[in-house]
Nanobody, 124 residues
């Protein structure tokens, strides 16, 4: 069992930056591939980015490429999402998720554990 807790959300103006954190329980964090998803009101949950257990591989949605960066610190059981050049359309609840085996980064059904989410609001 893995428990995930996100933090770092908030209100920011367009063009600003935020860094989200997701801290996991358990001693096998390095074995899990981690993903970030977001869900805006009335919309489906969408993939933002992912990182392999070792941190050597990453994947990003086209909408955030070049603006968002995922990293992880396995010693701290934490994965980060650095968000720069934020836009109003980035407004959503951001969730981190964990999976032992990654097939399709983009498919939320492939993830086994989810955090409760943290709200990010970008004002224009």
């Amino acid at each position: 069992q893995v428990q995930l807790v996100e933090s770092g959300g908030g209100l920011v103006q367009a063009g600003g930056s935020l860094r989200l954190s997701c801290t996991a329980s358990g001693r096998t964090f390095k074995n899990y591939h981690m993903g970030w998803f977001r869900q805006a009101p009335g919309k489906e949950r969408e993939f933002v980015g992912g990182i392999s257990g070792s941190g050597m591989s990453t994947a990003y949605a086209d909408a955030v490429k070049g603006r968002f960066t995922i990293s992880r610190d396995n010693a701290e059981n934490t994965v980060y999402l650095q968000m720069n050049s934020l836009k109003p359309e980035d407004t959503a609840v951001y969730h981190c998720a964990a999976t032992f085996i990654i097939g399709d980064w983009y498919d939320p059904k492939g993830y086994d554990y989810w955090g409760q989410g943290t709200q990010v609001t970008v004002s224009s």
